[in-house]
Each structure stands twice: as C-alpha cells, then as structure tokens.
C-alpha cells in the first residue's frame, strides 16, 4: 500500500509491522495515493 | 396515391435551418419529429478508462461530460450499432482540457466542436484516458441524440382584410414562426414578431395554413441537417418495410 | 419489430408491436384511417412506469369483405410512400 505523508510530502510504504507512522518524519498522518490501476467507468 | 409533397427552405444553414413543408399531416410531421430527436443514431462516448486523473473531480463526473461531447458521425453503411472508435486524451496542468485534445483513432468520428471544456486543470493536475465511442439512439441516452431544438409549427397565412379604426390604440400584435403573405415565405424575425410593424394601420387576419408544417431543425453537430432528416425519414420507413414483410408471411 | 396478434376475427384485428413507440405508430395509424375499407384504427400503450403493458397494441376494424391483415400490409405500404415521397421532396429542395 502506498501513502504520501501529509507534513513531508514523502512517499511512505506501510507494512503491518510499523504502525501508522512516517518513517522519516514521525507524522501520523498520511494519505493514501490513488492506485496505479486503470479504471474503467461506464457513462451514465 | 402518392402523397404531393412540397418542400421549401426558409433558412438553410449546416447545423440549423428552416423549411417549409406542405401536404403532411400532422401525424406524419410529428412521427418525422419524434425520428429525429430519439431515433438516428449518433456516436458517443460510453466508456472511459481513466489512466491518471490528479483533478478535483471524480472520475465519474469527467465521464458524463465526456459523453456529452458531440462527436461527428460517419455515414450510414460506415458503422453499425456496435462498432466502437477510441479516443484518447492526456492533458497536464495548469491548463483547461477541451473536447479539442482527444485524439481519436478513426479519422471519421471525432469532436464535432473542439472548444468544450472538460475540466481546469491547476499545476501539476493530469488527466489521461482512452474513451471508447459507440453507436446509440437518442432513446437510450440523451448523449446518442443527433437533432436538438427540433420542432415545428403551422404556416401562418395573412392577409390584410382593411383599416384599421381611425381611433383604435395600436397595441402589438406577435406572431412567431412563418407567414405566407400572398405567397411569399416571410420569417416572423423580419418584423419583430409583431405584425402591427409590417401592416401599419392595416386589420389583418391570420390563419393557420392546413397540412403546412415550418420544421425548425438544429443538429448538435454529428451531421448536417440534410442527413439528420433524410436519416429520419429512413428510419421511420425502414420499419414500414420491416411491418410489411413481417405481416406478408 | 416483434409482432404477436392477441385478437383477430374477420373484421377486426390486434396486433402487438413488439419494440415501437408513438413515433411509428401514430403514423402508421394515421395511414391506416385514409384508406376508405379501414373503419377504424387505434393503438393502445402504456408508460413504463405502469410496470404492466408498455408494448403497443394496434387495432383495426375493416369494412365487410377485407381482411384487417390486408388493410395492415396496405397501411404499412402507404407509409413507406409516404416516406419516399417526402425524401424525394426534400433532396429536391
């Protein structure tokens, strides 16, 4: 799963062992990126 | 007993024009109607796979509004119900994405106006995907619909009948559509709409001209006018034809 | 065009018209009443959003002598006429 940290901007990978935590910064707040696949929608 | 028709251009422009004409009944005038605005197919986007999309909205809403985008379509016998054309756009920020930047793999169906906006992209917002275009009725979804503001009204005869009283206030008198004035095709537009400009002082009488329909037709751009009504008049004939064989067995 | 006659007798037919609307069929309804052995022609449609009978119901009655399947084809002839009719007006123009 990839995430941005909120405060550094840096790319975080989280994995179930390190909590929800930025490894570089510390800051517990991260957003999660929008994933790589490509989406496919059908117009209404 | 074929039926005498008469047909005569009032306006005549690619995308919208105005023609006269005489002989039809009303239920014949507004089957013609009805044909054009849910019946001819046009193409439109009914399916986008979106690669990157970093703008504010979601990947749903920029779909509709692509759909809604005119696209030019091919001419009958090019394309059946079914057959799909990709279209593809990226666009990167800052900057607007217009309906100009999709690139599409087939030369015939492509934006019909290349100035519509899809959305503001601010600095370092992306949008990329492929879209597919498909073939479809305006009865299934108001993005298949070839003809809009389709419609018509009775030609209107006028004839002057004497003068009017010497002491009668000259209050407006609006007509909207076409008159025939002693034969002449006179859009309402001319005058005003009032008719007290083009008959001043004059009483005037005015009736409706039987079986004499003024067609108003505007296309959104998939074709031109001419095909929009020969398209329509087709598809109404072509179930005529389907009827006629189904009961003949 | 999906047709299923749900009542027929010598003067008088229905017919449902599986997939049309009033787009066809009020033309076609409205050629029917000019010919002289049609006496009368009506369809019968529902909106969707009655949930029951949304596909339309034609019905003719004809003069003694001619069968409402006749008068049908006929219809649907006078139709197409009509069509080619207005088609050559319209190129013409």
């Known amino acids: ?44 | 007993m074929a039926p005498a028709y008469d047909v005569e251009f009032v306006e005549r422009e690619e995308r919208k024009a105005r023609f006269l004409v005489r002989g039809v009944t009303p239920a014949f005038a507004n089957g013609i109607r009805r044909a054009m605005v849910a019946d001819v197919p046009t193409m439109a986007i009914d399916e986008v796979r979106f690669i990157e999309n970093s703008s504010v909205m979601f990947d749903e809403q920029i779909a509709l509004r692509m759909g809604l985008i005119p696209l030019t379509t091919p001419p009958e016998g090019e394309f059946v119900e079914g057959d799909t054309v990709t279209l593809a756009i990226d666009v990167e920020g800052p900057g607007t994405a217009y309906s100009g930047d999709f690139v599409s793999s087939d030369e015939l169906v492509k934006p019909a106006d290349l100035n519509v906006p899809i959305i503001d992209l601010k600095d370092g917002q992306r949008l990329e995907a492929e879209a597919d275009a498909a073939m479809d009725r305006g009865k299934s979804h108001a993005r298949h619909q070839g003809g809009v503001a389709v419609g018509y009204r009775h030609l209107q005869r006028v004839e002057v009948v004497g003068d009017r009283d010497q002491f009668e206030d000259e209050e407006p008198h609006i007509v909207r559509g076409v008159i025939e004035d002693d034969g002449e095709l006179v859009p309402t537009s001319e005058f005003d709409h009032d008719l007290t400009v083009r008959y001043p002082g004059k009483e005037v009488r005015i009736e409706d001209v039987p079986n004499a329909f003024v067609f108003h037709v505007e296309t959104d751009g998939s074709f031109s006018v001419e095909e929009l009504v020969t398209r329509a008049i087709d598809s109404l004939e072509q179930r005529a034809r389907e009827l006629e064989d189904a009961v003949q067995l | 065009m999906e047709l299923r006659v749900t009542e027929s007798s010598e003067n008088e037919l229905s017919i449902e018209i599986g997939g049309e609307d009033h787009t066809f069929m009020n033309v076609l309804k409205g050629a029917l009443l000019e010919h002289d052995d049609v006496s009368a022609a009506t369809y019968d449609m529902n909106p969707e959003q009655s949930g029951g009978q949304t596909d339309p119901i034609l019905t003719v009655k004809t003069i003694d002598g001619v069968d409402p399947l006749d008068a049908l084809e006929a219809g649907a002839a006078t139709v197409r006429e009509k069509t080619s009719a207005l088609r050559e007006a319209f190129e013409a123009a």
């Open chain 1, 1 to 44: 799963m990839s995430y941005k940290c909120s405060r550094c901007k840096r790319d975080v990978e989280l994995d179930e062992y390190g909590g929800v935590r930025c490894p570089y910064c510390g800051h517990r707040v991260l957003l999660k990126e929008r994933s790589r696949d490509v989406k496919e929608v059908s117009v209404h």
